[in-house]
């Protein structure tokens, strides 16, 4: 087996010329050491979300399509990709509530995302302000206030989402998290572990679990009252 650092010294040295094509190639096909346990997700609390959304200025039309992004991440849990992706058609009615129909996934995987009233309020603000009535949801918006073209890149949305943690307070926040804080809201809130699934995406259930970290409770640890506590800690 081979770690993520000897794959790099084997590029370096294919690149120098040090090594041949076939043997990096050959190296890229080691097996990565197994990882074992499962790393502990970052996700936000409920009040920490609410002013993340509430950071986002909607005066204008650049902060109409950033709080519509924030929304879309924290209330839908969609990936950036589908994000990215997203075309207006495909926001329906479906059972009398708003969803993204037939969102196409990671693998090539369908599921139907339900869209909460206050995401579509945020996303009809942004796409009537821009006068979109079709294609993509999101565009671009170049320094001069004018929107650049028909898709926007995956930095712009890194720098809103690290732009509105900071004037919220938050650190070390990254656009996927915000998808792991629409899980865990969710749990917490009383939801059923297979609707989130479908809502994520996930093949697995498992898969799921792991997301949340919802086989370990971390506000009740197991290890918090044993008893031998001193006086006056608990």
């Known amino acids: 087996m081979i770690d993520a650092a000897g794959r790099r010294v084997a590029y ?18 080691v097996r990565g050491v197994r990882r074992l346990g499962v790393r502990v997700g970052n996700w936000l609390t409920v009040e920490q979300g609410k002013r993340l959304l509430q950071s986002s200025a909607r005066d204008n039309l650049r902060g109409k399509k950033n709080y519509a ?42 599921r139907t995302v339900p869209v909460p009233v206050w995401v579509k309020t945020a996303v009809d603000a942004w796409t009537e302000a821009r006068g979109i009535t079709k294609g993509r949801v999101f565009r671009a918006i170049n320094k001069a206030g004018k929107i650049g073209g028909d898709g926007i890149a995956a930095k712009v949305l890194w720098e809103i989402v690290k732009e509105a943690a ?32 479908f809502l994520l995406g996930h093949v697995s259930i498992q898969t799921t679990e792991t997301y949340l970290s919802c086989k370990q409770k971390l506000q009740s640890a197991v290890n918090d009252k044993m008893g031998i506590e001193p006086e006056g800690v608990c």
Not at 12 to 29: H, M, T, V
Not at 71 to 84: D, K, P, S, T
């Open 69 to 110: 992004m924030l929304a879309m991440l924290v209330g839908c849990g969609v990936r950036c990709g589908e994000l990215f992706s997203l075309n207006l058609n495909s926001i329906q009615l479906r059972e009398e509530h708003w969803v993204i129909a037939d969102l196409i996934g990671k693998g090539g995987h369908i």
């Open 166 to 197: 900071t004037r919220a307070g938050i650190e070390k926040l990254a656009p996927h998290d915000l998808r792991r804080t629409c899980a865990r809201l969710c749990h917490l809130a009383g939801g059923e572990l297979d609707q989130i699934q």
């Open 12 to 29: 370096e040295a294919a690149d120098s010329g040090l090594l041949s094509p076939e043997l990096a190639a050959g190296i890229r096909r």
